[in-house]
């Protein structure tokens, strides 16, 4: 199948915005599916830069087409990296580079892979990029997760989330274990699928769902209250780390709702951007294996201390 038959919603709508030169200055293209990911801003490159494009989807054949495809086009600049993380010296290398004029095309792409890995100092360079771009400069970001990009990122560019499909096998199986589908919703959009939903009942899952959206709430109202219900509530409801791990995934879900939801109220976004970064870091401390006690109780006070000062 072609990457427009795999992602018809999301190529329609970027071929909309090229034929009605709607075109941003930035994008972050984000999906579980990593592979899939990047032939959408592959293609996207294509069509933004295709000589016979048609009503905005590329040819795919010119000569144009295939050096892109095959990562030989000099107007696409594109980062990555084996390490752990992208850092600010690569993004001022970038930046340097982009400041020199388009070779072949109209434009230049910069194409930034797992933009997750950009550190903090990284992210600030980059985003004083995007918000006073130089030139004609087309920005690609490509991500498994929305909300492991710094909020700041998050707000200066488009955010597409390709369109994901529980495996046929794995959602059968799901249901017989006693999955919804509204349980069912939330594994595809939070990209759950890795998380070896099949060993997990039912019932566990609707219950770590719960105390993920409860205390999350908690967090936001009473801070204090959250804090004591890592020992109360959280730890008796995790029997091993794979049930730590989901249950950190379904938090990160839902601060994501969150930060979506606070879009338009400018306190709200600014204390949902806080948290959602001290929860990053608390995640961080877990996955370093720091225990989930420590780990959410020093974010419950980090809480209590933003709660203070707004």
Known sequence: MTIVQEQPQITAELAKTITTQHVVHAYLFTGSNQAQVQRVGIWFMQALFCPHAKEGYPCLQCNFCQRI??????????????KKSLGVDDIREAKRELEQTSV????????????EKLTTSAANS?????????????????????????????????????ADSVDTNLQVDLQEK?????DLT?????????ELMANIAGDKFKQLKQV??????????????????????ILPAVENRLQQ???????????????????DDHVKLQWAKQITMA????????????????????????ATNLSKRG
């Open 178 to 182: 006693g999955y919804s589908d509204n």
């Open 104 to 115: 072949e095309a109209s434009g230049r792409i910069l194409l930034i892979k797992q933009a």
């Open 69 to 82: 495809q095959n990562n030989d086009f000099p107007d696409v600049l594109t980062l990555a990296t084996d």
């Open 279 to 302: 929860f990053l870091h608390a995640k961080q401390l877990w996955t370093a294996n720091v225990s989930l006690q420590n780990s959410l109780e020093q974010l419950a006070l980090q």
């Open 186 to 194: 939330i594994i595809q959009q939070a990209h759950l699928e890795d």
């Open 212 to 233: 993920a959206q409860t205390w999350v709430q908690q967090l936001a109202h009473n801070p204090w209250q959250a804090f004591i219900a890592v020992s109360t509530t």
């Open 126 to 162: 980059l985003l004083k990029f995007l918000e006073d771009p130089v030139g004609k400069v087309t920005a690609l970001l490509l991500t498994k997760s929305v909300i492991a990009v710094l909020p700041t990122i998050q707000s200066r560019v488009q955010i597409l989330s390709l």
């Open 245 to 263: 791990q989901l249950l950190l995934s379904l938090m990160e879900w839902y601060f994501s709702q969150q930060l979506n939801q606070a879009v």
